[in-house]
């Protein structure tokens, strides 16, 4: 089976999110994305989410990485959904390094130049219900 294109692109993300490359990051978000900056949080278009990307790798101490494990995808129309593992790793107190997953979920739009690019970026997936249900 041929891997989706949007798993590459994906992992482009990753690599620069990890290697602070907002630059490059931008170039895969569509000016109206939003992103789950964390539960309760949202932040929409592209220089507030540079702004939150930014903020993300101050509070990890610039030493967050972003790996993805499996990943399913489902186009319909000129959109797809990605359900995605999301493997973050970053320094603990005591001098150790936390890994954590998520089944996050991504949406991507197939723009008019042919490009697909993230319109809605939610790392915590269907988490975010969890919360929600716990404030009320």
């Given at each position: 089976?041929?891997?989706?294109?949007?798993?590459?692109?994906?992992?482009?993300?990753?690599?620069?999110?990890?290697?602070?490359?907002?630059?490059?990051?931008?170039?895969?978000?569509a000016?109206?994305?939003a992103l789950v900056v964390k539960p309760g949080m949202t932040v929409k278009g592209k220089e507030n989410i540079r702004s939150?990307?930014?903020?993300?790798s101050d509070y990890f101490q610039d030493q967050l990485t972003v790996e993805q494990g499996e990943m399913q995808v489902i186009e319909g129309g000129d959109n797809a959904l990605v359900i995605m593992e999301t493997v973050l790793r970053f320094p603990d107190d005591q001098g150790g390094i936390t890994e954590i997953s998520r089944r996050a979920t991504y949406v991507f739009r197939l723009e008019s130049d042919g490009r697909w690019r993230c319109t809605i970026d939610n790392s915590y997936g269907t988490s975010l219900l969890d919360t929600a249900n716990s404030s009320q």
């Open positions: 089976m041929t891997r989706h294109p949007l798993r590459q692109i994906i992992e482009s993300c990753d690599h620069a999110i990890t290697t602070k490359n907002y630059d490059a990051l931008m170039e895969y978000y000016e109206d994305a939150a990307f930014i903020a993300i």
